[in-house]
């Protein structure tokens, strides 16, 4: 995933510089297109986050209702 998200900064970021506007407006483009490549990879941080959370809490339930189990049968 890491490559893809290099490759098309990359990509973008050359598209821009070979656009025929001013330096300026080419940097404006740059730094839009900088801040939506960073505001898409905390998206997808965030979610792998909250899916890793949920993960813990269905392995510590599963962990739980196994040792109550375990427990009622050594009664």
């Known amino acids: 995933m890491n490559k893809l998200l290099t490759g098309l900064a990359v990509g973008v970021v050359l598209g821009i510089l070979f656009a025929p506007d001013k330096g300026s407006e080419t940097r404006r483009k740059i730094a839009d297109q900088g801040r939506d490549l960073k505001d898409k990879f905390n998206d997808l941080v965030d979610d792998l986050v ?26």
Not at 53 to 75: I, L, P, Q, S, Y
Request: aromatic letters at 8%; charged letters at 45%; zero cysteines.
């Open 50 to 75: 909250h899916k890793f959370d949920e993960a813990v809490e269905d392995v510590a339930e599963g962990a739980e209702d196994f040792a109550d189990k375990a427990k009622a049968t050594m009664r």
